[in-house]
């Protein structure tokens, strides 16, 4: 398909105003993809705190500061101005419901409520890409009625803010799941097309939503360097209570396992790891790097990805990075969640189960000769990325998606 669709239209693209996190890389990855197929792209960040409303550069500095990569074209920023939240319908509808445990509730009161530039909002535009169900009410009063909304769902909501909220101290009666899940429903009925991020995701959401159009679209992700090789066998992991979680059962189950190999633990896991199982830390302290400034460097003097991961929901970025380095992998089936059934039988790719597995197919992986760049650049593993995950593959895929809602709005 030609870029003849989407050239010369007006996008707007509706994201949360977040920053390092997988929103952010994803939403970065949409408007290069939009760019490049020719549109005219508006980024509009909208903030869930009160008082962040256009104009205020000085309360925006922060996460300016933090997202340069929005400077390379117009940027605009939205949020609910002090005054809206204290309107008693919010307080009745919106912030009694909250400090109950209704995370829908205030994320929609916040959107619905939210201030947006003058340019923005007297823009016609052709197409309205939202991310979050949350957003909603900012995409419908962009699109007016007369431009297709396509929603990306960034995982099932009430899910994680169930997840949020096991860890709260809430007013009771606390907030349901259900209650939760079914605004997050109502809301994504109001977009044309749901866009899902994983395999898991869109197969619950088609279950949820029959009546809903429904589209896999796998984000983009940067590739991780394909050599020039070298001696390492590596774990790269950041300090979340999944990763910590797993890296401490690699240490415990598997480790012990293995002896005579040496692994590096690239990433601010080892602050985790330290708090929450000290003794395998001191056992394995200098296997620990910590953060490091050049994570591409890790991927590219090494000759074995490890993925030893036992929890975490939606899809894992480090698998995809993984897999893009073209580096042999083993790895447990949860490192793969989200992905197609392909990707479980990816030649170079040793899925196992049991710490005992996971030991033995680590010796041999390891025993084997250190592939090279070319090697890796033409592994099964990189493939499998490039026809999923790259930015070229999601250009194409957005393309094939975005066109047909055009024309429904002509």
Known sequence: MTNGGLAGRRVALVHPAWHSCGTYRVVLGQIAAYRALGAEVSPIAIS???????????????????????????????????????????????????????????????AERSALPPEVEGQEYDLVHCNHFFLMPVARRLARGRAPIMLDTHDLQARQFALINARMR??????????????????MRGADLLLHLNAQEAEDFRALLPEKDHALLYPPTPSAPTGPGGPDIVIVSSNNTANVESVIWFLRAVAPKAPGLSVKIAGNVDAGVRARAPEEYAAYQAWFLGRVDDPAAIYANARLVLLPTIGGTGLSIKTVEALSSGLPIVATPQALRGMDVEAFSIAGVTVVETAEDFAMALGAAAAKTTPNESDR?????RSYYESRFSLAAYRRNLAVRAEPLLALYP
Do not use: C
Request: hydrophobic letters at 45%; glycine letters at 8%; charged letters at 20%.
């Open 48 to 110: 869930s705190d009160p008082g962040f409303v256009p104009g205020r550069d000085w309360i925006w500095k922060s996460f300016t500061a933090a997202t340069p990569e929005l400077d390379a074209g117009p940027r605009f920023y939205g949020g609910a101005p002090f005054h809206a939240v204290l309107d008693p319908r919010f307080l009745t509808r919106t912030l009694w419901p909250y400090i109950h445990g209704d995370q829908a509730a205030i994320r929609l009161g916040m």
């Open 377 to 381: 650049a033409a592994s099964p593993a």
């Open 170 to 187: 809430w007013l009771s009666p606390r907030a349901t799941y259900e209650a939760m899940l079914a605004q997050e429903l109502e809301a």
